[in-house]
């Protein structure tokens, strides 16, 4: 898990967030094992700007992986960092129930596990659509 977080706090350090000034960073672990960062990314028109959750999914889809294994985001300050409900349903599309979120520290010290399931339970999903 150590290289997952470091990939989440390195991503964090690259947030472009000039509004809120609350760096996110993401990392998740694909199916192939691959790791991919992202950071959040606002815009001077507010509502455009992202997370970086959503970084870190479209990176990995753009190196051609197709799930998440394991996921870790670092925000700012002391208070748990979780992924935000549009960014629970965005993880969902890749990731199975039982996939771990790990949220940490800003110096990469772990706080808290969840499970997608304990994040988003009874969720909507591709299988709805099969
Ligand atoms: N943010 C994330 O990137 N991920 C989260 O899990 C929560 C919030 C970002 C969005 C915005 O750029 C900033 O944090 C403040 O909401």
Not at 58 to 77: C, L, P, W
């Amino acid at each position: 898990m150590n290289d997952l977080i470091a990939a989440a706090k390195s991503a964090r350090l690259k947030a472009y967030a000039p509004y809120s000034k609350f760096l996110v960073g993401a990392a998740l672990r694909d199916e192939r094992g691959q790791i991919h960062g992202g950071c959040n990314i606002e815009n001077a028109a507010y509502p455009q700007g992202w997370c970086a959750e959503t970084s870190a999914i479209a990176a990995m889809i753009m190196s051609g992986g197709k799930s998440i294994a394991e996921m870790a985001v670092i925000g700012t300050g002391d208070l748990l960092c979780t992924p935000c409900g549009g960014c629970r349903q965005k993880i969902r599309e890749f990731a199975k129930g039982n996939v771990k979120i790990h949220m940490c520290g800003e110096d990469g010290n772990l706080k808290q596990t969840f499970t997608l399931d304990e994040l988003l339970p009874a969720s909507f999903g591709p299988e709805n659509l099969a």
